[in-house]
């Protein structure tokens, strides 16, 4: 990510967003629940979910909410 992009969010922010990156580079989308992200980036739930907020606010990433049960 470059540093004028990077500079807007938190190192656990950051790190959320990697899983979510790495997730999509491998499976071509990203289908992790929030508790899974924030678990493997060792964050908070509430940190990754304003992670993605921030991103999708950016455009960086879409969000498409497919909730269970």
């Known amino acids: 990510m470059p540093p004028a992009l990077a500079c807007r969010f ?7 967003l990697r899983i ?5 580079r491998e ?3 990203c289908r992790l629940t929030l508790g899974e ?6 964050v ?3 940190t990754a979910r304003n992670a993605l ?3 999708a ?3 960086l990433v879409t969000i498409e909410e ?4």
Do not use: F, P
Not at 10 to 16: P, R, V
Not at 20 to 24: I, K, T
């Open 53 to 55: 907020r921030a991103a």
């Open 44 to 46: 908070g739930t509430t």
């Open 27 to 29: 499976r071509r989308a």
């Open 37 to 42: 992200i924030a678990a493997r980036a060792g």
């Open 57 to 59: 606010h950016e455009g």
């Open 10 to 16: 938190t190192t656990g922010e950051l790190a959320a």
């Open 20 to 24: 979510v990156a790495d997730e999509v």
């Open 66 to 69: 497919r909730r269970r049960d």
